[in-house]
């Protein structure tokens, strides 16, 4: 998965303006079953809003050394609010209308599982359900490898933070969207000057997380309203077992074995081989 993720980066619009999540094939993990198309995104018009994100630092990052917030196993795995303090070394940002903003409850944690500090991720994960059609600010800060030393951000990202030259067209294309992007973050007491990453991302709408399913409750309700009054559904019974509630432990009378019709919102019949 191409990092840090998600990012607005890989929305883009298409020629008929719509937004659509644009990842590379390359970047995107393979099943035992095989690849999985990155075409699958494109009916997406942002990130979910419960996703993780992810980001890396090459030689890993020391979270006690650094001080985010973390998760407190000795209180239920709840986290604390260091997250929302000014000093705070993350920063998930909420955006709102008119240049509002709202710090949003988060914890950080390392990747048990790396097999090195260099492909080591870094979550971060909101502490609530993300809201749909928002835009969301992360950045990161003040943070140190396991000697001690500080993060330094990576030469792509200095120069956007730093106003600096580059040569690579995308990091030019790019710049006067960070430009907005460390506005908004200096807004709610974040100095660029102190980043070693920043980035955003947009929570699909909520039409786009809900349609389908809607779509498929009101095709239901509908062809439910063409059946017969009061016949109800016909079951074609195939099995029927009753059983005596009087005895303890049973709660179920009868329990019938059949099919009855359904819409279907499937590409094909699942009985059809």
Known sequence: MPLPYPSDHFRKQNEDGVYQIT??????????????????????DGFDPTAQVLM????GVDLEGSGPARLLPEANRSTDLTSLSPESPTVLLEMGPYGTFE??????????????????????????????????IVAVRNLV????????????FRALRDGTPSTIDQVEERREHFELLFRSLRKAG?????????????????YNLTGQMVSMRDQ???WLATQTPGAGVVVDETRSEEFDCSVEGEYVWREVRGTYPVPLFLDKDPETP
Request: net charge negative.
């Open 103 to 136: 710090r949003v409850l988060h914890w950080t944690e390392n990747d048990a599982r790396a097999n090195s500090p260099e492909r080591q991720t870094l979550y971060l994960r909101a502490a609530r359900s993300l809201l749909p059609g928002h835009r969301y």
């Open 145 to 156: 490898y396991d000697n001690g030393a500080a993060i330094e951000p990576e030469p792509a």
């Open 190 to 206: 974040v100095d660029r000057d102190d980043l070693v990453l920043a980035f955003d991302f947009t929570v699909a709408s909520d």
């Open 23 to 44: 990842l590379p094939q390359e970047g995107i993990p393979r099943q035992l079953a095989g690849p999985i198309p990155a075409s699958i995104f494109l009916v997406r």
């Open 56 to 59: 890396n630092f090459p030689a």
């Open 220 to 222: 239901g309700y509908d």
